[in-house]
């Protein structure tokens, strides 16, 4: 199943192709911030940081950069021409308002009923929710880009026993396995990995997954 | 992915019958050239959310003129007597609403709130019809959000992006209006190319914005 | 007791006298605005706008101008050095919240409990309420600035008849003949205009005038 | 009527136990110097209402770290494990707000907004101990507003008068919390006279702040 490098770049490959031109997305810290590397050619987004700034530059590409410029990680970063920066209270009034039209964020658990946990482990990892609940809670649509197992275990599960960061359910989960979209019905395994089975995928999953009768092979951005 | 357009693409997508938020303050500040547009293309039963409706034959004061408006949100309208007239004649539906109230309903209406509890018009007639809730023991009016189908601003400068920078006085409803609207037409005295507006002047951000205009002289 | 200009400015210089320096102030439309024309000497107010300024120039004083710039009812006005523009959201907020230290305006009539009625005369003036309403709920301190009656009929009433604009109580109301507090006792007669008597004040007055041992005569600003 | 003083004078009026927003997000944009001055000064048992704790030995961190802190409030403290430490030892009070939640909720302390209705953390531990409200069939937290004794802001210019304008992603916080403090403390990289910052650059108004300090170098 390959290197942990490679999982990841499979994660955020196919997330990448989730994204349309002029779309306002909003990519967490970490593996997420690796989509906007893999985006379709025609395809411009503007990434959003909810520290205060819209139109980012994609990681390792420099854009202009300043002092005063930092990513919500506090980390520098660059920016675009046709930039926009702003407070932390017009950053999610865009956040909540319907302006934000993808969020990518990891996970810890996410369950059939499509709620997601990625905030806080009691008694062990206490960091605050930050900005997770209100882009879980606020964006338009809300992807789940995460490791499909964690030590061997499996992360989506029947129930979240872990506290939920919002009780919306999310829109897509993108693993190095499957893209699994949440319905009412519950969820729905729409496409496997390359050489990758439906049986591996259920065997690596504690939730019920509703198997389609084809289940597509993933495709990657290029 | 540049979004101007010209005036009469950008006023044709709003049909008849739509919800328009409108920029400005007693004229100041609102996008006359839209405006002249809707006049021209003959747009009826409109509903105008804005601060006022100006004077008789000034920007929105010539809508109510042309007989395109059917119901008005306002602050006030003691400026323009034919608005007056029209309501008491019962040609237009008019609702007031206290000014900050206004502006924070149309924010709440742009940045995902639920409401907002107030002071401002409690115990008044504002309050009639209005559910209230107690904070600590001290009584708010419960202020909804405002949504519009379309928000036609007034801009100085414009990108192609539609980033937008405002000018004084003629500021006031235009930034909050172009959060709260599901399309949004700016009319820009200038428009330059994106990246000549600093970051830190930006003041409606381009991913709010559908259409950017220029105003004729 | 003089032409109606004496009147008006006889009002304007005494409510200059309860202005302090650095105060935020927004004059209404019209008798208040003509206030900061009488400040006394070393002190310097910011004169608040609601349409959007801090630090409008006084009548008649030109200030920095330009098309894009006008007072609340969109006249041409000047601003001084130290400005600043801002939009309608931002404008009640400096209102609302504890920012606005004093807001002076007009009344139609004002009662022994001190509520004031200014934008409403059903069936006759529907002008809306503007920004009367926050102005009054919100100012740290509210001035009334009217005429003492309205031809001949008394404009300070034992209870308001016309629309309420807030149920909050008024700090002080200043006319040509005098100078009332509203306290929770009633309206106190503080000050007579130089040549106006006690008796004068009460017979042009519907309300119950609480009137002290010493009644001082009004100050004005020079 | 300027209102320029040494940063040993500003700090120098904020007691012991007093409650303190601090602008800055992981340090960007916090006022550094003040800071470092209410460290020197021996401030004890202060509440901190900040976006994060930085990182140990940085701003924030550095208040953590000098046992200057009884209780937080903020939205994030995953990068500063001595916060987590000392909020596990029972050390310091923490709570922990969703981040547009905490902004909405100091915004509504500086605007005379008696709560705000958001749907950020219903259903969730956030939500516990909360009102909830019920607007058209759908049910919001009412969240309510936040004030402290002082806010300790990071410009970057300000004026004589207190006008502050700031700087890409070191505005953050730094805005909002100049509306919410009963006494205001700018801290400026750089101060110019009276009428250098364009009326549409300020973002905090003058007559929101007390003192305006020069950051040392």
């Known amino acids: ?17 989730e994204l349309r031109d002029g779309n306002l997305v909003n990519l967490g810290i970490g593996l ?55 407070d932390s209270v017009t950053s999610f009034c865009l956040i909540r308002g319907g302006h934000l039209d ?44 995460m490791t ?33 979209r949440p319905t009412d019905a519950g969820l729905v395994l729409e496409e496997v990995a390359e050489g990758v089975t439906v049986d591996q995928v259920i065997a690596a999953t504690e939730a019920t997954l509703i198997v389609p009768e084809t289940v597509s092979t993933m495709k990657l951005a290029a | ?33 839209l405006i002249d547009e809707l006049i021209r293309q003959g747009r009826r039963d409109l509903t105008i959310i804005a601060n006022d409706t100006a004077r008789p034959g000034v920007d929105i004061g010539k809508l109510i003129a042309a007989g395109a408006v059917k119901r008005l949100v306002a602050s006030h309208i003691g400026l323009n007597p034919e608005t007056q007239k ?59 959000p405002l949504k519009a189908d379309f928000a036609l601003v007034n801009a100085w400068r414009a990108d192609e992006y539609g980033n937008l920078s405002y000018e004084l006085t003629a500021r006031n409803f235009n930034p909050v209006m172009a959060m709260a609207a599901g399309t949004v037409l700016a009319e820009a005295e200038e428009i330059v190319p994106v990246g000549v507006i600093p970051p830190d002047q930006v003041e409606t951000v381009s991913v709010c914005v559908d259409c950017v205009v220029a105003r004729r002289n």
């Open chain 2, 1 to 33: 992915m540049s979004k101007v357009t010209t005036i009469e693409e950008a006023v044709a997508r709003i049909p008849d019958g739509a919800s328009l938020m409108i920029g400005g303050f007693m004229g100041v500040g609102s996008p006359h050239a």
């Open chain 1, 148 to 180: 499909h197992t964690a030590k061997g275990k499996p992360k989506i599960l029947k129930r979240c026993n872990l506290p939920l960061t919002s009780v919306r359910r999310v829109d897509l989960v993108v693993t190095e396995l499957a893209v699994i």
């Open chain 1, 102 to 145: 993808v969020t990518v964020l990891g996970g810890l658990q996410v369950d059939e009923q499509g709620q997601l946990a990625n905030w806080m482990v009691p008694g062990k990892m206490v960091p605050g929710m930050g900005g997770a609940m209100d882009l879980v809670s606020g964006a338009k649509r809300v992807i789940v880009a």
């Open chain 1, 32 to 86: 997420p911030t690796l989509v906007a590397n893999y985006l379709p050619v025609g395809v411009q987004v503007f990434l959003q940081s909810e520290n205060g700034v819209v139109g980012m530059a994609p990681l390792g590409i420099p854009g202009a950069a300043a002092a005063a410029l930092t990513d919500a990680g506090g980390s520098p970063t660059g920016i675009i021409p046709g930039a926009a920066a702003f």
């Open chain 2, 86 to 144: 029209r309501m008491i004649d019962g040609d237009i539906e008019v609702e007031l609403i206290p000014q900050g109230t206004l502006a924070e309903r149309i924010r709440a209406g742009g940045s995902g709130i639920g409401g907002v509890l107030l002071s401002t018009g409690v115990g008044t007639t504002v309050a009639e019809g209005k559910q209230t809730v107690e904070v600590d023991g001290e009584t708010f009016l419960l202020e909804k």
């Open chain 1, 1 to 17: 199943m390959g290197t942990e490098m490679d999982e990841k770049t499979t994660i955020a490959k196919r997330v990448a192709r």
